[in-house]
């Protein structure tokens, strides 16, 4: 296996799947069409949703995407950990009543194996407990090896995103290395600790399901299949943490530029670089995406995402509005697959810069009245801290 950039992969992968007869469709939008039930986008499965469940006709039976995504949920682990980013691409072929399994999983082992040149013994799949056909087919078909194939429970192995498509799903789990292991005899895929990342799930959408737990039988037997391409391009790139990635590192390094603060001199101001560099691509992407800050729903999403960048800003110093000179490293690394960032660039980063100025506004205001409030205090002989 070779290192290859981020922007390679995606076309790599892209280019695969269209020579197996998909039609390649450009990122659907981060805000959601026709859909109440998601604020936004958060799976590559998302846009799509319609297509499965034979509600709509879809522009051919085999798509494939590689489709932005945000997922806010775990945002208070953003910087801390090497793979949590609310913004993520995600890579994907669909089949909307065409192939299933026989197919999907040899073409993501060929994929992986012989165009990416993984070696096979740094990949194990997982399959549902009860799924021996995904079994059967990884270990005759495709002949990995027995003790490389593990069955997981629902837990792992069964995938749904409220209402609609879901079912049973097959993980292909890439091996980090025995120091990243926790050293115990039964260590394998579902372990918790670091040794075996997923990198690639592939669901069988047999199932519509009503998100309260109730499950239909699906006209059609679909396929949808999620890489996080940020996590390949850490497997490609030999790095431990997306951050390190090619391109994310190059609006790490703008960032640390900015600030005169050094990546990994010091682990509180690694988290700041890290929080601004995930959401500067994240507001980018929503600005560019028709978003705008506001108090509710996805504008304060964004909101937040920039008001938090501003603050981790001048926790290292950053003095004056700097998040547009960010966002232009964001437009520039990404301009290959979206140009309408750089198209939009000068909209996108006077968004940006408003809500810096306004958060400024706001944290000097909420600065005066302390300063007053200690003030008053002080003249009062109220400022000791009494025991
Ligand atoms: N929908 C599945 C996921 O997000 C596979 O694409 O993991």
């Known amino acids: 296996m070779e290192w290859t950039s981020l922007n390679d992969l995606r076309e790599s992968y892209l280019k695969f799947f269209e020579s197996k007869g998909h039609l390649l469709h450009k990122s659907y939008s981060l805000v959601p069409e026709n859909d109440k039930t998601l604020l936004l986008i958060v799976a590559g499965m998302a846009p799509l949703k319609k297509y499965f469940t034979g509600e709509l006709t879809p522009p051919r039976r085999r798509m494939t995407t590689c489709q932005k995504c945000i997922r ?115 260590c394998k895929p579902g372990c918790d600790c670091d040794r075996y990342m997923e990198i690639w799930n592939n669901v069988f959408s047999q199932f519509e399901s009503d998100g ?38 190059n609006i790490l390094k703008a960032i640390s530029d900015r600030a005169k603060v050094k990546y990994k001199d010091n682990p509180k101001s690694d988290v700041s670089l890290r929080i601004i560099a995930d959401h500067s691509r994240a507001s980018a992407f929503l600005i560019g995406d ?44 990404n301009l290959t697959a979206y140009p309408e960032l750089t198209e939009k660039l000068d909209y996108i980063k006077k968004i940006a810069v408003m809500e810096e100025e306004r958060f400024d506004a706001t944290v000097e205001s909420g600065m005066n009245v302390l300063d007053q409030l200690t003030a008053e205090a002080k003249k009062n002989g109220k400022d000791k801290t009494r025991n």
Not at 215 to 238: F, W
Not at 241 to 249: G, L
Not at 305 to 314: D, E, K, Q
């Open 72 to 186: 806010t949920n775990d945002i208070e682990n953003v910087g801390y950990t090497a793979r949590h980013g609310t913004f993520f691409e995600m890579l994907g072929n669909f089949s909307f009543g065409d192939y299933f399994k026989e197919e999907a999983l040899p073409w993501a082992w060929e994929y992986l194996t012989e165009v990416l040149k993984i070696p096979e013994e740094k990949l194990w799949p997982s399959v549902y407990e009860k799924d021996d056909e995904a079994y059967s087919i990884w270990k005759d078909k495709i002949g990995v090896r027995e003790d490389h194939i593990v069955r997981l429970g629902k837990e792992d192995n069964f995938w749904e995103l409220g209402a609609g498509a879901c079912g049973p799903c097959s993980e292909i789990y890439f091996d980090r290395g025995e120091k990243y292991g926790c050293g115990k005899p039964t």
């Open 212 to 249: 309260e737990g109730h499950y239909t039988e699906l006209k059609s037997k679909n396929i949808d299949t999620g890489m996080g391409l940020e996590r390949l391009a850490c497997v490609m790139q030999g790095v431990d943490n997306m951050f390190e990635v090619d391109t994310i590192q």
């Open 290 to 333: 028709g978003v705008m800050p506001s108090n509710e729903g996805r504008g304060y999403v964004l909101r937040r995402l920039l008001r938090r960048a501003c603050r981790h800003g001048r926790l290292l110093g950053i003095e004056g509005a700097f998040l547009g000179d960010i966002i232009e490293v964001v437009a520039h690394e």
